[in-house]
């Protein structure tokens, strides 16, 4: 069973990846991938659980099909909101308002302007709602698509790094900030100039390589010019709208996706209104309604197909063996005892979180290692967890696809995996080494337990 799953994933994977060669849309793929895994997982209760007969192995593909299903669409409707909210402001112009202030044509301060607003606007949002903002304000400010590309690129790196250190700006983390495995101060703290670090190499590297001016883009209204305190409104008003998000889930404790659809709900209500208000030269101003008619429905249906073949792996238990393949293989090495290996755990799975969802990789570790009871290995603020969302929050950016903000940018962009795997990769994992040394070196508690490094430095 476990082969015939990961052979399938692979495949898919690898089609996913080769989207342009072979012409079959990465959507259409993800989704097969998605549906044929769990087909497959279904007929395989005699090697999963044969103490099960066929009534309840087909109740307990259903049970964890429903539970996926929901923690996927919460994501799907997460991402269509923000997607919907970011359009209206963008139909209404109000992006306008940021790109006017952005006055630089100089691709190298262009690209610090970005990538610095980009990684605290993600601490404050989270990263694909960052993502998709950014890449909105991108096509406002650079015509050639190719030079866009690259940008839009450096936005997924600045955007995971940038929500690795909040408690807030990145799904990992928010799961170890609410399972009480970091408190808010300490995380934000301990990993704040490794996420800065992970940021500023890849820029510094890239930078070293641009020379002259970009080209902005016409702007083009359709015919209708939106008023500037309209503009004003929409954005601010939006704007609002995703930084209530992470507030709406602090008071509640709802699902943030609760708290993203009822700022949708607001501001549809006000573009309503105002639409029936102004009128320009027979022009009506957008709705949410028109607005939903041009946005980018295979995005998501990808999150779903990917989301829904992720959870098939991890019901059937392979990204779980996965986790204490790793816990038997490096908590046993003398280098340095035992924490030498914790800390290369954590460096595997955010590799892996470029290829698989982080989400049940670190919920595998949050599973492992409790932190409360009698066997408590790593207790709350431990370093082992605080290095864990630095690298399942940064590792996703190694791949376009092992994130959802390279997975959102990449549909806003039609970004071709390959093209990022050749040209941000490796910038990627330089960024990812540079801040895990910055990590170890700045923990003491390390410095602590490891002698020959004390040593080394």
């Known amino acids: 069973m476990v082969v015939a799953l990961v052979t399938i994933f692979i495949i898919g994977y690898f089609f996913i990846a080769m989207e342009h060669p072979f012409k079959i849309n990465k959507t259409a793929t993800a989704l097969t991938l998605g549906t044929f895994l769990w087909t497959i997982f279904v007929f395989c209760n005699g090697t999963a659980h044969p103490e099960m007969d066929a009534e309840t192995w087909h109740n307990f593909i259903s049970s964890h099909l429903v539970e996926n299903l929901g923690e996927t669409a919460e994501i799907v409707f997460f991402l269509l909101g923000a997607m919907t909210i970011v359009t209206l402001i ?11 202030k952005i006055t630089t044509t100089d691709k190298k301060k262009l690209l610090w302007v970005i990538s610095i607003l980009t990684f ?18 991108l096509r406002k400010l650079i015509a050639d ?63 070293a390589t641009l020379k002259g001016n970009i080209q902005r883009p016409e702007e083009t209204t359709g015919g209708l010019e939106v008023p500037p305190h309209l503009r004003r409104l929409i954005l601010f008003m939006g704007i609002g ?53 041009h946005i980018d429905t295979p995005t998501i249906l990808f999150f779903l197909g990917i989301l829904m073949a992720v959870s098939c792996l991890k019901v059937s238990g392979i990204l779980g063996g996965l986790a204490s393949g790793l816990n038997d293989a490096f ?42 009871g009698e066997e408590v290995i790593f207790a709350v603020n431990h370093p ?13 950016s190694l791949l376009i696809i092992g994130s959802a ?15 990022y795997l050749k040209k941000l990769t490796l ?8 801040g895990a040394i910055v990590f170890v070196l700045m923990d003491v508690t390390l410095f602590e337990q490891v002698e020959w490094l004390r040593n080394l430095v």
């Open 90 to 100: 963008e139909d209404y112009q109000g992006f306008r308002v940021i790109t006017d």
């Open 120 to 137: 605290f606007l993600s601490a404050l949002l989270d990263n694909m709602t960052t993502a998709i903002v950014m890449v909105a304000l």
């Open 145 to 207: 698509k190719k030079e866009r590309w690259l940008y839009a690129g450096m936005v997924i790196l600045a955007a995971n790094a940038g929500g690795a250190w909040s408690p807030i700006g990145d799904v990992t983390t928010i799961m170890l900030w609410i399972g009480g495995q970091v408190t808010t101060v300490n995380i934000i703290v301990k990993t704040i100039v490794a996420s800065l670090v992970c940021m500023v190499v890849p820029v510094l590297i890239v930078g």
């Open 241 to 293: 709208a995703l930084i209530f998000v992470p507030i709406f889930k602090t008071i509640t404790h709802l699902p943030p996706y609760l708290g993203m659809l009822f700022g949708l709900a607001v501001l549809w209500m006000t573009t309503e209104i105002i639409s029936r208000k102004y009128e320009k030269e027979g022009h009506k101003l957008p709705t949410a309604v028109s607005t939903l008619e």
């Open 331 to 372: 908590l046993n090495i003398k280098a340095g005892d035992e924490y030498v290996g914790f800390f290369i755990i954590d460096l595997i799975i955010g590799v892996l979180s470029s290829v698989v969802d982080n989400v049940p990789l670190v919920a595998a570790a949050m599973g492992m290692y409790p932190i409360s």
């Open 384 to 396: 082992f967890w605080e290095f864990l969302a630095y690298c399942a929050g940064t590792g996703g």
């Open 405 to 419: 903000a390279g997975v959102a940018v990449m549909g806003m962009e039609k970004i071709d995996f390959i093209w």
């Open 427 to 434: 910038l990627a994992l330089a960024g990812y080494i540079a």
